[in-house]
């Protein structure tokens, strides 16, 4: 199947600082890319879904000046955390989808990474 | 709201035995419906999906149930191995709503020698 990449693994930064994530598509070209986050025994969230070249679309209680997206081409998109906080602590984790592809079983995740802030 | 709910937060087999993970859903106008597979600290991984106008779908070990009327879905793993112990997630999504999927809060399965 194809292959998506994040960057980092795992992060730890203190209080105040921005922290920036990549999420890769390496063997195809995904259009679209989304964003989660989980907390401990929870479920995945989904953040945001980024278009390629586009704004993008923030799901409901997420602080889109908090959390930065931008997918400015067609195998990558990053995720910003601006400020962050001891509660913005979590597993981020991107999903990739290529260009017509049918089906919601098209869509592959990264490998998370996981933030911690002090 | 939780739309997609896995009530188990853990489940325990016996290697050889079946495995049920349960779902269930309070949209009805979800229409696709995956499980998938999660290791600690990786991403899912994509194990079986099923659209609303079936009602069940087969890979292999696993097969995935769907009981539209009682918005209700089920994962079986026959025979479960050792190596199918992970969390288990259940996700769904409905047309036009590109691509997104609304997750359970996951089942962890462990399978014992």
């Known amino acids: 199947g194809a292959v998506v990449s994040q960057h980092p693994s795992r992060v730890i930064c203190k209080s105040g600082t921005s922290v920036k994530i990549e999420c890769r598509s390496l063997?195809?070209?995904?259009?679209?890319m989304f964003w989660y986050r989980q907390f401990p025994k929870q479920s995945l969230m989904l953040m945001a879904t980024?278009?390629?070249?586009?704004?993008?679309?923030?799901e409901q209680g997420v602080e889109k000046d908090k959390f930065l997206i931008n997918h400015a081409s067609l195998t990558l998109s990053t995720l910003t955390v601006t400020s962050a906080h001891p509660e913005d602590s979590s597993f981020y984790i991107c999903?990739?989808?290529?260009?017509?592809?049918?089906?919601?079983?098209?869509?592959?995740f990264g490998p998370g990474t996981r933030l911690t802030v002090l | 709201d939780q739309q997609v709910k896995q009530n188990s937060p853990s489940l325990s087999v016996q290697e050889g035995r079946i495995s049920i993970l349960n779902c269930d859903y309070t949209?009805?106008?979800?229409?696709?419906f995956l499980w998938y597979k999660k290791y600690p600290a990786e991403g899912p991984t994509f194990l079986i999906s099923?659209?609303?106008?079936?009602d069940k779908n087969e890979d292999g070990r696993f097969t995935v149930f769907l009981n539209k009327s009682a918005k209700h879905l089920s994962l079986h793993i026959v025979p479960s191995q050792p190596g199918d112990s992970a969390v288990y997630f259940c996700?769904?999504?409905?047309?036009?709503?590109?691509?997104?999927?609304?997750f359970g809060q996951g089942t962890e399965l462990s399978v014992k020698p």
């Open positions: 980024s278009n390629e070249g586009s704004k993008a679309t923030y």
């Open positions: 099923i659209s609303s106008i079936k």
């Open positions: 949209n009805s106008m979800f229409d696709y």
């Open positions: 999903s990739a989808q290529g260009p017509g592809w049918g089906g919601t079983d098209t869509q592959y």
């Open positions: 063997d195809f070209q995904a259009t679209t």
């Open positions: 996700a769904a999504s409905y047309y036009n709503q590109g691509g997104k999927l609304i």
